[in-house]
């Protein structure tokens, strides 16, 4: 198991970043939630997994929202080998997510998968 702290860098192809690519994951996508997180999820041609996140300023200031985007980012990671390919992602956090450690992201993360049923 990878500690937090130590996610490598994803790869710019496994990355969303681009405005277009969310809203096509959005309009076309599926979604799970819980209280403090959602995941959209839709196939994609490339056959592999890319991930984007969202965190509103109304979760909170900068420091707030970067810590979640590096806790989200890693949790993922870590389930990275689980997870079927093909596939864009994108979580959003909740306005009740700044509570979360990095146990509950990774809690969050492979409850969401599960409920997709996105795990190999």
Do not use: W
């Amino acid at each position: 198991m990878v500690t937090p702290g130590h996610c490598e860098r994803a790869p710019r192809l496994e990355r969303l970043r681009k405005n277009d690519q969310f809203k096509k994951v959005y309009r076309e996508g599926k979604s799970a939630a819980t209280g403090r997180t959602v995941l959209f999820y839709r196939k994609n041609e490339d056959g592999v997994n890319r991930l984007g996140i969202s965190v509103s300023k109304k979760v909170g200031k900068s420091v707030v929202r970067h810590r979640l985007k590096r806790l989200y980012r890693e949790a993922f990671f870590v389930c990275k080998d689980e997870i079927k390919e093909g596939f864009d992602f994108v979580i959003i956090a909740r306005r009740t997510a700044p509570g979360l450690d990095y146990h509950g992201a990774l809690r969050e993360i492979r409850k969401l998968l599960a409920r997709g049923n996105l795990i190999k």
